[in-house]
Every structure is written in structure tokens, then in C-alpha cells.
């Protein structure tokens, strides 16, 4: 099929592609202090990753996003689930929400903010980003035979975020 009858139109909707990567490592699970200074979820904490840049597939961009925010190469990675932001206009945001083991190598500094290994028990005592409560108990309950999950991220009347998972 050559690229003109891709059905590319502009009033489309279309999805900014993202990747978030939680990094596990026995009871512990890789994640990102946001960096005092950030205009997002300064001093929140989040999985590591970022956006698909243009003619990467998704593992690809997870191992490069990894890579970057963490100087760790990653082993094994697989796509738990996929989130769609739906944030009231034509364009949404994907998310392509990964999860992997630790296999060796030293954490390095990170203009993102603070990489720390948190022991699972004590995740929800921390302050996270807005939907990380909601999905990351998915990702840690997965086994490798689950299918990967689906989500939707809207937000109601108050400009509050809805997350609702597929079935």
C-alpha cells in the first residue's frame, strides 16, 4: 500500500505515542523522582520513559527512553497494556506502558530527576503522578501468560482524570 492511501487527514484523531517502563528488580520497582525544577510532575514519582520519536517502533523507543533517563540497557521488556489519553481534542496521547526485569549495570544520573529502587510495599506511600495508583498495581499483579491490558484516560466536567480499562 503506498503511503498516500494510509489515510492520513489532519481532522483526524491521532495520538502522540509515549512509552513508561517499570524496571523491577525482586520486591523492588525503578522510579523516577521528578526533578524539583520540571514543569510536570516536579517532585512526583513515575516509571521512566518518553516519546516514540518519528520511525521507531515502540520496544525500540522503550530501550532508548531506558537507556537515557537511566544508563541501564534493558533485558527482556514486555508491553504489559496501551493507554489512550483522551484529552478533549484531536490529538490523544499513547501510551505503551512496559515492564522488565533488572539485568546488571550501575543507575546513572539523570537531568529527569531521581532514579531510586522502592520497595513495592512502600510505593503508594509516596506522592505519584495522577494514574500511576490506578495502573501500576495492574502492571506488578501481571504474569508473563496475561494478555496485555487496554486503558482509556478521559477527563469528566471538573477536568478531573477518569481512567476505565477495556475488557
Known amino acids: 500500500m503506498p503511503k498516500a492511501d494510509q489515510g492520513i487527514n489532519n481532522e483526524r484523531y491521532m495520538l502522540i505515542p509515549r512509552t513508561l517502563i517499570f524496571l523491577l528488580k525482586g520486591s523492588?520497582?525503578?522510579?523516577l523522582k521528578g526533578a524539583p525544577t520540571k514543569r510536570l510532575w516536579a517532585n512526583?514519582?513515575?516509571g521512566v520513559g518518553g516519546h516514540i520519536e518519528?520511525?521507531?517502533?515502540?520496544?525500540?523507543?522503550?530501550?532508548?527512553?531506558?537507556k537515557e533517563e537511566t544508563g541501564l540497557e534493558a533485558c527482556e521488556l514486555r508491553l504489559c497494556g496501551t493507554a489512550v489519553i483522551h484529552t478533549g481534542e484531536t490529538i490523544g496521547v499513547g501510551i505503551f506502558i512496559f515492564s522488565g526485569n533488572y539485568c546488571g549495570?550501575?543507575?546513572?544520573?539523570?537531568?529527569e530527576g531521581e532514579l531510586l529502587w522502592v520497595e513495592r510495599?512502600?510505593?503508594?506511600e509516596l506522592p505519584l503522578v495522577e494514574d500511576l495508583g490506578v495502573i501500576l498495581p495492574r502492571v506488578l499483579a501481571m504474569k508473563e501468560t496475561d494478555p496485555v491490558f487496554s486503558a482509556r484516560y478521559f477527563y469528566d466536567d471538573n477536568d478531573q482524570l477518569n481512567i476505565e480499562f477495556g475488557d
Do not use: H, M, Y
Open 28 to 31: 523492588q520497582v525503578l522510579l
Open 44 to 46: 512526583r514519582f513515575n
Open 54 to 66: 518519528p520511525g521507531e517502533d515502540i520496544l525500540t523507543a522503550a530501550k532508548r527512553e531506558l
Open 105 to 111: 549495570g550501575e543507575l546513572e544520573e539523570s537531568a
Open 121 to 124: 510495599a512502600k510505593i503508594f
